[in-house]
């Protein structure tokens, strides 16, 4: 059975209607992308994939993981399903173009290697129609009633990325822990993710084997809770870490 080893939860501001998943060494501005993601959910090359969306305006609400192996289908919970694959050298890195970089040199326990991708998506047409009606509605949209409707449409579209390394799926990870940031006093060691939202992150270890006597050294400390995101299926999740504890 498939297991989740990692689960990040942020908002993502979409430039020209897209937001771009890619290896960290890759330059999405480059020449030789993919074609942007006109009327599909995703297009893929080598090493980026690129989502679609219907917004410019307005963030979407992105969950990202990744699993030991494919993981149990979710479409039922979702309006759109697409698959793909990508190339990554065990990071990737999430590009909003002109708004900067939501995640940059995430580290997966995958490693090198082909990654298969599952994106889900939602409530795209209706934030997009809502948007519209507000238009119609207020006359100005620098005025304080028009943007208090419009902050009540930030994250209603949602994107679920799953990816995972099929070769690895019979043997299992020896996940390498590998990410770090600061949020609500956490802190985790190794690469950074600069986002400058709150972001909720959920990390579940798999050791191999040989590594069954081994043991996360945390600095005794009251343990803190993130809370209030939803899950890939609608549910509520909840992450617990050690308030100002060190994961080594």
């Given at each position: 059975m498939s297991r989740r080893l990692l689960q990040l939860v942020i908002p993502v501001t979409p430039e020209r209607r897209m937001f771009r998943i890619h290896d960290p060494a890759v330059d999405p501005d480059a020449p030789g992308g993919p074609l942007p993601p006109v009327g599909a959910l995703i297009s893929t090359n080598r090493e980026q994939l690129w989502v679609g969306s219907l917004?410019?305006?307005?963030?979407?609400?992105?969950?990202?993981?990744?699993?030991?192996?494919?993981p149990p289908p979710c479409g039922d919970a979702w309006d759109e399903e697409a698959k793909g694959s990508v190339y990554l050298r065990g990071q990737l890195s999430i590009s909003m173009g002109q708004a900067g970089t939501a995640v940059h040199g995430l580290?997966?326990?995958?490693?090198?290697?082909?990654y298969s991708v599952r994106v889900y998506a939602s409530n795209r047409d209706v934030v997009t129609r809502r948007y519209t009606a507000l238009f119609d509605r207020h006359r100005n949209p620098l005025s304080d009633e028009f943007q208090?409707?419009?902050?009540?449409l930030e994250g209603l579209e949602r994107y679920l990325v799953q990816l995972w390394r099929e070769s690895l799926a019979e043997t299992g990870y020896g996940l390498a822990v590998g990410i770090s940031g600061t949020l609500v006093g956490l802190t985790l060691v190794s690469a950074a993710l600069p986002v400058a939202v709150a972001v909720r992150l959920e990390v579940d270890l798999v050791l191999t084997p040989a590594e069954e006597d081994w043991r996360v050294p945390v600095v005794p400390a009251e343990t803190a809770?993130?809370?209030?995101?939803?899950d890939v299926?609608?549910?509520?999740?909840r992450g617990r870490f050690p308030r100002n504890g060190t994961i080594a």
């Open positions: 917004q410019e305006d307005i963030n979407v609400r992105l969950v990202l993981e990744e699993w030991d192996g494919a580290r997966l326990g995958g490693g090198f290697g082909d208090q409707e419009k902050r009540t809770v993130v809370a209030g995101a939803l299926c609608g549910g509520v999740c």
